[in-house]
């Protein structure tokens, strides 16, 4: 008997937030949001990252041999900028930076999926960073020398040598961020970005039921980061069977 | 031998930091076709004067001409320089990520100084000569430390320069695997080819150099042919090095 009413309230309960209204859609819209978000937010991150560690670990790399030039100063000048940057983007929460950007900066637009991006680009362009930045230091010196004593000058040997090793070390690496990124855009509801956390809550708002919406939020997230979970397992065990 | 002037070392200086003063006033001239040896104890800067040949170390003074063009001349382009410096590692330095053919053609084909097809029949030639044929398609982790030191020196000669650096060849190599590799470099050496030898192999510097420089605290002590320094070394600093080595 109370088996069979619990199982009621449980149709109910489902009913009400996901059926009636096709209040279903919140779910499904904010998840494409949150997947969009996540993706473009990579992209840049990504090529924030690129741009930084290429400045960074040129200016250390070429630290000893290098005369003191002006163009080594105009590096110099650009190495103290990103060292700025990634201490701010990594020295705050992403929560705050998020809501600086969209509710001061951009006051004024209303697309929220774009200033999320890059609120969340912008702050994962931080940690990409650092991880290329660490992959191509991890790198033997004894490569880059080899390198150039072929007659490569320092972009080719990065291009042709060092790069290629440094993309298998860091892919892993990047890939965890990416699912690391995939919960952080969470929040993007404080800036009442419509993400999947926040389409559970407006349906929660309108059912004053909060039980079914955010397990169903929940059990997605956990279903993605389970399968990126498995993708990255499969990709580090390929990147180990062909470890040269 | 002819006696061609191939690099002019003139008063070379290299200062770490400020501090450590690693060479203190070099010069040297390496001749064509000859097979110079460097030895010298630990710190004495042998290494550290190999590697500004190329430029590897900015030398803090002096000068060095390489086929009559003064390389430390900042407006000088040393990436060509370079190409006809070869140089071999005492940790090999192969690419891991690249097979052992495509170690050796990488710079002569994306550099343009050959065709692929032209590359790699240069790279298959210097493999059959070093007896490592039938290792073109196996990666650097699968190779010993010997057959490794071997395919650097290879890829090396695959950009065909005029030089050969070596910096301690044999010294992280287990014993066995040290004469497979001082054999390809006499082979080089009969091959006419010019040679400058960091190493602490005395028998190699004895048998295959045409000139042995002995080096200590950043300067050059004495030099000679190895019959004058190994059988009648003056400066006494050269004669405790010998008494403890040989």
């Not at chain 1, 994962?124 to 991880?131: C, L, N, R």
């Not at chain 2, 066995?176 to 009969?190: N, P, T, Y």
Request: glycine share 8%.
């Amino acid at each position: 008997m109370a088996l069979q009413s619990w199982w009621e309230n449980i149709k109910f309960q489902f009913d009400l937030n996901f059926v009636q209204r096709n209040r279903w859609r919140f779910i499904t819209t904010g998840l494409g949001n949150t997947l969009l978000i996540t993706l473009l937010s990579l992209m840049l991150g990504v090529v924030i990252g690129v741009v930084i560690a290429g400045v960074r670990s040129t200016y250390d790399k070429t630290a000893d041999s290098a005369r003191p030039t002006f163009g080594r100063k105009v590096l110099g000048f650009f190495n103290a900028l990103c060292k700025v940057y990634i201490t701010v983007l990594r020295g705050t929460p992403v929560v705050v930076q998020l809501m600086i950007i969209c509710l001061v900066i951009f006051a004024w637009s209303d697309n929220g999926v774009a200033l999320a991006s890059l609120a969340f680009g912008l702050n994962s362009g931080a940690y990409v960073a650092e991880i290329i930045r660490g992959g191509i230091m991890a790198i033997d010196n004894g490569q880059f020398e080899a390198g150039r004593s072929l007659g490569f000058n320092y972009l080719q040997t990065m291009r042709h040598v060092v790069l290629p090793q440094v993309i298998k070390n860091v892919l892993p690496s990047l890939m965890n961020e990416f699912i690391a990124l995939l919960k952080e855009t969470s929040v993007a509801g404080y800036a009442a970005v419509r993400d999947l956390t926040y389409g559970g809550n407006t349906i929660a708002g309108q059912t004053y039921s909060y039980f079914m919406p955010l397990i169903a939020v929940a059990l997605i997230y956990l279903t993605l980061v389970m399968f990126l979970t498995w993708v990255v397992g499969r990709v580090e065990r390929r990147l180990r069977s062909n470890d040269h | 031998m002819t006696t061609d002037v191939l690099i002019r070392v003139e008063g070379l200086e290299k200062h770490f930091g400020g501090r450590i003063h690693a060479l203190n006033g070099v010069s040297a001239e390496i001749r064509k076709g000859e097979v110079v040896v460097v030895i010298g104890p630990s710190g004495s800067g042998k290494s550290t004067f190999l590697r500004c040949l190329n430029l590897l170390e900015m030398p803090s003074a002096g000068k060095i001409t390489f086929e009559g063009v003064d390389i430390t001349d900042p407006k000088v382009n040393i990436n060509l320089h370079r190409q006809k410096m070869g140089m071999v590692f005492q940790h090999f330095n192969l690419f891991p990520n690249m097979t052992v053919l495509k170690n050796m053609t990488v710079a002569p084909v994306t550099l343009h100084k050959k065709s692929r097809e032209a590359a790699e029949v240069l790279a298959k030639q210097l493999l059959e000569r070093v007896g490592l044929a039938d290792r073109a398609g196996a990666y650097p982790n699968q190779l010993s430390g010997g057959q490794k030191q071997r395919i650097a020196i290879v890829r090396a000669l695959c950009m065909e320069p005029d030089v050969m650096l070596f910096d301690e060849p044999t010294s992280a190599l287990d014993p066995e695997m040290v004469g497979e590799v001082l054999d390809v470099m006499k082979q080089l050496a009969r091959e006419g080819m010019t040679m400058v030898v960091v190493t602490h192999e005395m028998g190699f510097a004895r048998e295959v150099g045409d000139r042995v420089i002995f080096m200590d605290g950043g300067r050059i002590i004495e030099q000679g042919t190895p019959e004058q320094v190994f059988e009648h070394p003056e400066n006494p600093r050269l004669k405790e090095f010998l008494g403890k080595i040989l």
